[in-house]
């Protein structure tokens, strides 16, 4: 037998074509999230419906309640619109509740209007007829133990005893895709979450210096997109080596401009690979202030590197905010175990925390950037990463 699951999304400032593409994306990426459980999704008024084997509900919800743009959740209870066959729901799942908790209230929400109970008037029904048959229950509408939410829609009614809280947002694909350049720390991982939950498919770019850094640092990187998938779906990981460009830069530049330096390569690396894979900006983890290569000098010298648009979508947060975002979307322990990250290795003692952009310029000018580029394109490695099948 199909368990129902009843999905409520919000956004409720979108409008006319807008709120269709944003439906018909959700739900693409419904059915995307529940195909290996095979569940198959369906539009009702305002809502979307998955059925799935009851044997697969467990693994769908915990798949659905982290799929951007659902606002909430229920394992639903299905019945005809006759009073007879509400009655009998209610009663069967109250039954279920009622011996841990002894109040309760029921809570209507009408969109077919032509039903012909009122909302109130159908809780009224309804608890009722449970205190009929459970004498010991006791309707409390401010405190319940439980409450019976009924949905009344065209077709069909819809029982629940709860709400599971989705990520809300925006489904990722709908504004479009963006390149994550995703190191193996804590906060770009938060940032490309951020920007998939406001609409944007991502691909990520993770740079490593193998031999320097070793294969742990790509197999984070490996496993932070998974965790990424679980909003979102597939995600195409990009791996390029930086090693040769470190070692010019270390060879030819001054020690205290290094990092700057190198996060210029990676943007004009990032910007060519978003050029061939047609992907419209970049998100990076940048937060202002964090460290000398984010203060607003360093970042507006960095970001001339390329012409692309970048998002930073931490800019406004504290890390303690950061950190506790990590730990919310579970990659927090993925970024904190141990790895040899490429900026760290050929970290400059003091790095200038005002930059002036011909001085780096010039400096740029002994290396050979085409050189060098191409080079690092060819270490260009892509994994399709895919969400984990539990
Ligand atoms: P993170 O925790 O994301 O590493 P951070 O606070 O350590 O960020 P930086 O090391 O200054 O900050 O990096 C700033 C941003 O540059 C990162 O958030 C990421 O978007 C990008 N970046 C840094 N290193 C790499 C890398 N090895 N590969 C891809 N992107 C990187
Ligand atoms: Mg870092």
Known sequence: MAAIILIRYGEIALKGKNRHQFEQQLQNNLQEAVK?????????????????????????LTRLRKVFGVVSLSSVKETTLELEAIKAAALEMAGRVR???????????????????????????IGSYLLEHFPDLIVNLDHPGFTLSIEISSEKAYLYLERIKGPGGLPAGISGKALLLLSGGIDSPVAGWLAMKRGLALESLHFHSFP??????????????????????????H????AEIQKEIKAKCPEDLGIILLRRMMLCLA?????????????????????????????????????????????????????????????????????????TLFLPRSPVTKPKLEAVVNQERKLDLHELTSKALKSLETVVVKRQVT
């Open 99 to 125: 011996a841990g908790e002894n109040t309760f209230r029921i809570e209507t929400r009408r969109s077919n209007k032509n039903f012909p109970y009122p909302s109130p008037e159908l809780n009224g029904i």
């Open 239 to 242: 791996m390029i080596n930086l």
């Open 36 to 60: 290996e459980y095979l569940g198959t999704v369906e539009k009702i008024q305002g809502r979307f419906l998955v059925q799935v084997p009851k044997e697969n509900l467990d693994f769908t």
């Open 271 to 343: 910007e060519k690979l978003s050029a061939e894979r047609a992907l419209k900006a970049l998100v990076t983890g940048e937060s202002l202030g964090q460290v000398a290569s984010q203060t607003l000098e360093s970042i507006a010298v960095t970001e001339k590197a390329t012409d692309m648009l970048i998002l930073r979508p931490l800019l406004g947060m504290d890390k303690k905010e950061i950190i506790d975002r990590a730990v919310q979307i579970e990659t927090y322990d993925i970024s904190i175990r141990p790895y040899e990250d490429c900026c």
């Open 212 to 237: 320097f850094t070793s294969q742990r640092s790509q197999q984070k990187a490996i496993d932070l997109c998974r965790k990424l998938t679980e909003g979102a779906g597939n995600i195409c990981l």
